[in-house]
């Protein structure tokens, strides 16, 4: 596939942020941006290491293995302790969550968002605390009850290695 490499991806993805004016690369554009990120991410292994990792509203782009992947990928480029930043919407019963899938369907309709055009995957805050645990961090969430979404952070650190005890 041609310009299918880490910098063709990323080129791309810089290319369509900076030619989007700048009321929508606070909005929409940025999330397009990030969209072709994950993308990106596919083609980085190992990632590189890093202080901090901030995910913010692509999650439920990708289905739930390779969010999980992605997870795994943060706590591998970090080091012990070090901080992931997840905003994320979960799935639930809830008015809310009927608002957010709408709002995500015109906006992948409309090609504002990228990926999630057969479905979108949203867990649930017990799958997403699940999948973070199995990634190897320690993860405590925030609601953002003042949102129309069901919109939460998950501030999360990567846990300390398990030593074995030695006799």
Same mark, same amino acid.
């Given at each position: 596939?041609?310009?299918?490499? %880490? ?20 909005? &929409? ?9 994950? @993308? ?17 509203? &692509?999650?439920?782009?990708?289905? +739930? ?20 930043? =997840? ?20 906006? &992948?309709?409309?090609?504002? %968002? ?5 479905? +979108? +995957? @949203? ?8 999948? +973070?645990?199995?990634?190897?961090? &320690? ?13 939460? =952070? ?14």
């Amino acid at each position: 596939m041609p310009g299918a490499t %880490t910098s063709g991806a990323l080129n791309r993805a810089v290319h369509r942020y900076r030619s989007a004016p700048l009321g929508a690369r606070l909005f &929409v554009h940025g999330r397009a941006f990030l969209s072709d990120l994950a @993308f990106v991410e596919r083609f980085v292994d190992p990632p590189p290491k890093c202080d901090v990792v901030t995910i913010v509203d &692509v999650l439920y782009l990708l289905p +739930f293995d390779q969010q999980e992947r992605v997870l795994r990928n943060a706590a591998s480029a970090l080091g012990e302790g070090g901080p992931v930043v =997840v905003k994320a919407q979960e799935r639930r019963t809830d008015p809310r969550y009927a608002i957010t899938y709408l709002q995500e369907t015109i906006t &992948v309709s409309l090609g504002f %968002t990228r990926g999630g055009r057969e479905r +979108f +995957f @949203f867990p649930t805050r017990e799958e997403a605390l699940a999948m +973070f645990e199995r990634a190897g961090f &320690v993860v405590e969430v925030e609601d953002m009850p003042n949102r129309p979404y069901t919109d939460v =952070v998950y501030l999360a650190r990567k846990a300390p290695m398990k030593t074995s005890a030695v006799s």
